[in-house]
């Protein structure tokens, strides 16, 4: 089956700069990666996704590139906000058609220094 | 703006004993999901449910846990005979589609299930 695992566990960045988190996947049947932000207290929200037919895809200050060749996704996020500190979840799923479920990586705590 | 609701945030049961985990998801949609997260490793797939059956399961849904949905708002999951290694996080997520044509997945906040 697929999995997936992604970097680094925790990221520490300055308000302002640049965050990016790396996931790689194993089955190269999986053509949907999405990326969850989950908040304390919170259900995981959708930040963005990318299909396999793109290599990249960007909304606002996120983006998403995906290396279908290396098996590898990443996900951007430019001029960080204190808001922007939460865990983020990587994800892949070989959408078929059926109800699949998402396959995860292990969450990034992304902290935001002021 | 819409969204997946879960009870109890913290269930608390002695081992052997059955818990029913409760979700309500978004009133439109038809694809209905059970994740779990054990401390420290990754959220899995457990179950997905449509048109009220089983669509997958993954190799952890065995005997001991059963889905259902018994009216038109909840999602429920029922562990029979709890164990130790069953205390997780449980997420509920619903989809308007299954994942191949739009396919987020909308997740609620979870419920903590300790098996003591």
């Known amino acids: 089956g697929e999995n997936v695992e992604q970097h680094p566990s925790t990221l520490s960045v300055q308000e302002g700069d640049s965050a990016v988190i790396k996931c790689t996947y194993s089955?190269?049947?999986?053509?949907?990666f999405p990326w969850y932000k989950q908040e304390l207290g919170k259900g995981s929200q959708l930040i963005i996704d990318i299909r396999s037919n793109v290599g990249e895809k960007k909304d606002q200050r996120i983006a998403v590139t995906l290396n279908k060749t290396a098996k590898h996704f990443s996900l951007h996020i430019t001029e960080t906000q204190p808001e922007d500190s939460a865990v983020y979840f990587c994800a892949a799923s070989n959408s078929g058609g059926g109800a699949d479920g998402l396959t995860f990586g292990k969450g990034t705590h992304l902290i935001i220094q002021p | 703006e819409p969204e997946v609701t879960q009870t109890p945030s913290h269930q608390v049961t002695q081992m052997g004993q059955e818990v029913i985990l409760r979700c309500v998801p978004i009133?439109?949609?038809?694809?209905f999901y059970w994740y779990r997260q054990i401390l420290g490793q990754k959220v899995e797939f457990l179950v997905s449910f449509y048109n009220n059956e089983i669509s997958e399961k993954s190799e952890i849904f065995d005997d001991q846990f059963s889905v259902e949905r018994p009216d038109g708002s909840n999602f429920t999951l029922k562990i029979r005979s709890t164990k130790l290694e069953d205390s997780a996080m449980y997420f509920c997520a619903s989809s308007i589609t299954p994942q191949g044509i739009y396919n987020e997945q909308f997740f609620g906040p979870g419920t903590r299930l300790t098996v003591l």
């Open positions: 009133s439109n949609h038809l694809y």
């Open positions: 089955d190269s049947a999986s053509n949907y």
